[in-house]
């Protein structure tokens, strides 16, 4: 016993729904591609692989995986298209999606705070 235009709300709001379901799938793909390159690079060329993560780290910065890389490869190599702000941005980043999404046992497991320290002191390092 819907009258017309609660018939047309729910319709929209269907249509909406599939709309938001359609695009998540989409963007989930794209993000798995863009990680699944960056895998490719994991041996060979670590700078490569760096420059994937970052970009996906600024389209969906809540990828724990992501930014538990980031900081670690920010721990052994210097990103060539940052400067030391945009690192330690990034790291405080990384940094707040480590701590309030993975859980203390498993930053434990993967000695977490270790590589936090390694890549502010890489970065300390490093002039402005």
Do not use: F
């Not at 996906?56 to 721990?75: A, D, K, T």
Request: positive net charge.
């Amino acid at each position: 016993s819907l009258n017309k235009d609660e018939l047309l709300v729910s319709k929209s709001c269907m249509i909406m729904l599939h709309s938001l379901d359609a695009r998540h799938a989409s963007e989930k793909q794209l993000y798995q591609r863009k990680y699944d390159a960056s895998l490719l690079y994991r041996m060979n060329h670590p700078q490569k692989e760096l420059m994937i993560l970052i970009q996906l780290h600024q389209i969906n910065p809540y990828l724990h995986q992501v930014s538990l890389r980031i900081i670690e490869l920010l721990g052994m190599i210097w990103p060539r298209m940052l400067n030391k702000m945009e690192v330690l941005s990034l790291i405080e980043s990384c940094d707040n999606t480590i701590s309030s999404i993975m859980p203390l046992s498993q930053q434990q497991q993967k000695n977490y705070q270790n590589m936090l320290m390694v890549a502010k002191q890489h970065t300390a390092n490093k002039r402005a």
